[in-house]
């Protein structure tokens, strides 16, 4: 139970820092909109990038480093743009309203934001790949795969708990300005993370 027990801490501390994707999961649960669709998604993409990173996906990026090249230019693209609507949003003259959502989001959209913001992140190969997988790799037959699930437990643990443990925070952003001040963490956070990877890039 050891590899099982490290797996899942490991796990749980690069994932419950704040990002894109916990800032995005978080709005969706206090929309309570596709709650737990954007939960399992995920926690299923975490559980890929760790299995494939504990089975050796992180030789792959260590021999071809042009694909985290790739990735980042994308990302910051990505996060740009986010960060711009974000801003945008917050300037609006409506509030979104955890109770009745005048605008909702469809399936296909949730979807492929989750998406871009998992696959887009360089920190997700980083952290998720290299690093599990790297001390995921030196277990063996059943310790290994105790790890890997340690480390996927986590990520179902946390990724649900901030989707619908968000609903405690309900009766806060019934209130316009919560909204708007939302709006400008998200867009902060997607402008620092873009900044981030951009001068991380520039030191290489």
Known sequence: MSAFIQGFFISMGLIVAIGAQ????LKRGLLKES?????FICSLI??????????GLGTFLETFPSFLLYITWFGILFLCIYGLLAFKSAFL????????TPQRVSTFKIIMTLLSLSFLNPHVYLDTVLLIGTIGSHYEGQLQNLFASGAASASFVWFFS????????????????????LDLLTAFIMFFVAYSLFIGMEGK
Not at 164 to 179: D, E, V
Request: hydrophobic share 55%.
């Open 22 to 25: 916990n800032i995005y999961v």
């Open 35 to 39: 709650v737990f669709l954007v939960a």
């Open 46 to 55: 975490d559980t890929a990038l760790i299995l494939a990173g504990v089975k």
């Open 93 to 100: 003259t409506y509030s979104m309203n955890v109770d009745t």
């Open 162 to 181: 901030l989707a619908y443990g968000s609903r405690i925070l309900i009766p806060l952003f019934k209130r316009p300005i919560t909204w708007k001040l």
